[in-house]
């Protein structure tokens, strides 16, 4: 069995693999090892018969705080993309690609928070189940660009795209199942074991059959311009980076991100502050 920094891979069923972000104190940061792991491990699952479905979930109190902004995230990346500008986001898109190229099925399990870039790894799952509690947002659309992979109005429709594009999207679990981004929400406490009821599900299906089945579902939304709708929002990226208050967001990433976190925070706060009842005894 091959030993990850990043990751760690158990077997919790029959032909069911599981493959748990592991780095709780960084609130599991995608960084370029992690994707290069990420990536391996789920190669490894296609070419292994016992495996036929895989769960992805995040190690600790959350899924994933999204892209490491602390690191340098196109340093020794798992595959080669063409240089120049865009070249980032044209590179994880691919990425998420990557994940839905693959002959078995990949399950986003997702729990405390997917922020930004996490959310993409989640959308490049098959399926997506998530905590009624969960919160999933992508503040980074208010301080630097749009989305890295802009997966939002191929998948989610117009309507919510927009109001993710312009206000950073939050919603909980239960509203992420309404918009379309997820499957379904379970009680933070029951997800674990309803997440390997689905597996042992979608593992009951010969793997021979299974891609077949993912494949078509694929190739469909191919034809009906997903793909090429999200490879152009790299363009989009890419312009970005060019403005003037994206230039001013680069001197200080992660410390402008902390800023918009709390900042988000505390309106959290305000806003059930005012929405609680003075006969509440909570």
């Known amino acids: 069995m091959s030993t990850y920094e990043t990751i760690v891979v158990d077997h919790p069923l029959e032909h069911v693999a599981r493959i748990t972000m592991?780095?709780?104190?960084?609130?599991?940061?995608?960084?370029?090892?992690?994707?290069?792991?990420?990536?391996?491990?789920?190669?490894a699952h296609d070419l292994d018969?016992?495996?036929?479905?895989?769960?992805?979930?995040?190690?600790?109190?959350?899924?994933?705080?999204?892209?490491?902004?602390?690191?340098d995230l196109m340093a020794e990346p798992p595959f080669h993309t063409a240089p120049g500008d865009g070249s980032w986001a044209r590179h994880v898109t691919q990425n998420w690609f990557d994940f839905w190229d693959l002959a078995k099925?990949?399950?986003a399990q997702v729990h405390g928070y997917a922020i930004a870039g996490a959310t993409e790894l989640a959308q490049a799952c098959d399926l997506v189940y998530v905590a009624d509690d969960a919160r999933i947002d992508y503040p980074i659309v208010r301080v630097a660009s749009p989305p890295d992979c802009e997966y939002h109005a191929p998948l989610l429709g117009m309507r919510r795209a927009?109001?993710?594009?312009?206000?950073?999207?939050?919603?909980?679990?239960?509203?992420?199942?309404?918009?379309?981004?997820?499957n379904r929400s379970f009680p933070a406490a029951q997800l674990?074991?309803?997440?390997?009821?689905?597996?042992?599900?979608?593992?009951?299906?010969?793997?021979?059959l299974a891609q077949i089945n993912k494949r078509m579902v694929h190739r469909q939304a191919e034809i009906m311009g997903v793909r090429a709708a999200i490879r152009?929002?790299?363009?989009?990226?890419?312009?970005?980076?060019?403005?003037?208050?994206?230039?001013?967001?680069?001197a200080d990433?992660?410390?402008?991100?902390?800023?918009?976190?709390?900042?988000?925070?505390?309106?959290?706060?305000?806003?059930?502050?005012?929405n609680a009842s003075p006969a509440d005894p909570s």
């Open 192 to 208: 674990d074991d309803e997440v390997l009821d689905v597996a042992a599900v979608v593992a009951g299906v010969a793997s021979d």
């Open 162 to 182: 927009m109001e993710i594009m312009l206000t950073g999207g939050a919603m909980n679990g239960t509203e992420a199942v309404a918009a379309g981004w997820a």
């Open 22 to 43: 592991n780095r709780p104190e960084k609130r599991n940061a995608i960084s370029t090892p992690m994707r290069t792991e990420l990536l391996a491990a789920l190669e």
């Open 232 to 250: 152009a929002g790299s363009e989009f990226q890419a312009l970005a980076g060019h403005q003037a208050s994206v230039e001013a967001f680069k």
């Open 105 to 107: 099925p990949v399950i």
């Open 49 to 71: 018969p016992d495996v036929r479905v895989t769960i992805i979930r995040g190690g600790g109190d959350c899924f994933s705080a999204g892209y490491d902004l602390g690191g």
């Open 253 to 274: 990433p992660l410390g402008t991100m902390k800023r918009v976190n709390a900042a988000d925070a505390a309106r959290r706060e305000a806003k059930a502050a005012r």
